[in-house]
């Protein structure tokens, strides 16, 4: 398995444009992450889903960001418009199960998104 | 709430053993995990420890996991640079719905 695929890896954008993120998790794998890593804050967690189905979006920041789950094998977090605070490192996981060892998470590579 | 902390930086020798510590707060988690990113990579799972255990060893790695203190350590044993990383701690959300709480992250910096 390709492991967690993400796109694109690095995105250069204007203040105010419409950007989206895309990955493919692992095959089989029932859930999948979204995360945010900056120097201030760390590791956050915007939302994960179940089955295609958004389970805890608490940690979606503002109305501006939205993510889907089209089907088992792609999901878009999408932010319109951006601001210069939004630039970071996204990542996508993905996990077999909820439960014990199954939970372990597989994260893609990031896209590094700078806003200017 | 649900919080996982960590030290944010340590600075050892090489070949000098390394001690990462981590605190969280819910005793009722069944899985506490290690994770690495290296730079400019996403975290990969470094290992794991059940809750009804004390310590797991994998080769130059050693967890150790304090239940009534609610303390987790990863010793980390004739220490690279190679080990140059970000290392977190992670506790499985106890009602077992998927979500891992990550701590903020130890940076660990190895000098030749």
């Known amino acids: ?47 994960y889903f179940n089955n ?30 951006s601001e210069p605070r939004d630039s970071a490192v996204y990542f996508c996981a993905s996990s077999l199960s909820g439960q014990g060892v199954n939970n372990e998470q597989f994260f893609g590579p990031g896209t590094r998104l700078t806003v200017l | 709430g649900e919080d996982v902390e960590q030290s944010l930086f340590l600075s ?12 969280y707060t819910d005793s009722s988690s069944t899985y506490l995990y290690w ?36 303390h987790l350590s990863l010793r980390i044993a004739d220490t690279q640079t190679g080990d140059s990383a970000i290392y977190f701690c992670a506790e499985s959300f106890s009602s077992n719905t998927g979500k891992l709480i990550f701590g903020q992250g130890t940076t660990l910096q190895v000098k030749p």
């Open chain 2, 12 to 23: 050892v020798r090489e070949g000098d053993s390394s001690v990462i510590n981590c605190t």
């Open chain 1, 52 to 81: 295609n189905v958004p389970i805890d979006d608490s940690g979606m920041p503002e109305d501006r960001f939205s993510a889907k789950m089209p089907n088992a094998s792609f999901s878009t977090l999408k932010i319109q418009p």
């Open chain 1, 1 to 47: 398995d390709a492991g967690v695929i993400q796109s694109p890896r690095h995105e250069v954008t204007e203040m105010g444009q419409e950007v989206t993120l895309r990955c493919k998790p692992i095959s089989g794998h029932d859930y999948l992450f979204w995360y945010r890593q900056t120097m201030m804050r760390g590791l956050e967690l915007l939302i």
């Open chain 2, 35 to 70: 994770y690495k990113q290296e730079p400019g990579a996403g975290l990969q799972l470094l290992t794991y420890i059940f809750s009804n255990m004390d310590m797991k060893q994998d080769q130059r790695l050693t967890v150790l996991l304090n239940k009534k203190d609610k």
